[in-house]
């Protein structure tokens, strides 16, 4: 799958690291509840300025970032490495990453946020795949499919290409959610004993869509 295979759709826009900022901020307000989140970041700003530096370096450059407008609002965020993509930091932002980490959470939440990297790297799936890092809708704009709506045309193009989708989902409130859009279990695990799970899921290619809002 590549991004030319994504269906335009009314009311999604494509961005690229020139709206990091835009990026981190739908995203960090999304996941202002998140568990695992909060776990590793332990401030609102380090998690801010960690989706600003990847939006920026990795998903804005490398990637596919979209975002949904409704009535003139941005309200949702998501985004993606299509198979093939290199989800590697690149080392002229490794100061902003952890530099971000550390100054908005101390030697702590390095720490947290190397194992967590490492951990997510080491569960990747070996074969081709596109990888939902983040996908998030604004609080104001929660509970009325606006997520489901911008996922769509990736997951129709993954249909149409044969392409498997892989996401760490870090709230179990959203599972319900994931399972609807026809993701299903690998695994749980912890990147530090003490942390909040990480649940790998996978969705293959043609899988049932149900109707949950999200």
């Not at 790297?121 to 489901?148: I, N, Q």
């Not at 959610?177 to 299903?184: A, K, T």
């Not at 749980?188 to 649940?199: I, N």
């Amino acid at each position: 799958m590549k991004a030319a295979d994504i269906a335009a759709s009314q009311g999604i826009r494509n961005v690229d690291q020139g709206q990091a900022r835009l990026l981190a901020d739908i995203t960090a307000d999304a996941f202002r509840d998140d568990p695992f989140n909060n776990w590793l970041f332990a401030s609102y700003k380090g998690m801010h300025r960690t989706f600003e530096v990847l939006a920026r370096h990795v998903y804005g450059r490398d990637g596919c970032c979209q975002i949904l407008e409704e009535d003139g609002e941005d309200q949702a965020a998501a985004m993606w490495m299509l198979p093939g993509g290199n989800l590697d930091t690149p080392l002229r932002a490794l100061p902003a990453l952890y530099g971000g980490l550390f100054f908005n959470g101390g030697l702590g939440a390095l720490k947290r946020g190397k194992a967590a990297g490492e951990a997510m790297e080491a569960h990747h799936p070996s074969e081709p795949h596109a990888y939902l890092f983040t996908v998030g809708v604004k609080g104001t704009g929660r509970g009325r499919g606006l997520g489901r709506k911008l996922l769509a045309p990736v997951l129709d193009a993954a249909d149409r290409t044969g392409t498997m989708i892989y996401l760490e989902n870090s709230n179990p409130a959203n599972r319900g959610f994931y399972n609807s859009l026809g993701f299903e279990r690998i695994e749980l695990f912890h990147p530090l004993p003490e942390s909040p799970p990480l649940e790998a899921m996978q969705r293959k290619a043609g899988a049932a869509v149900s109707g949950q809002t999200g």
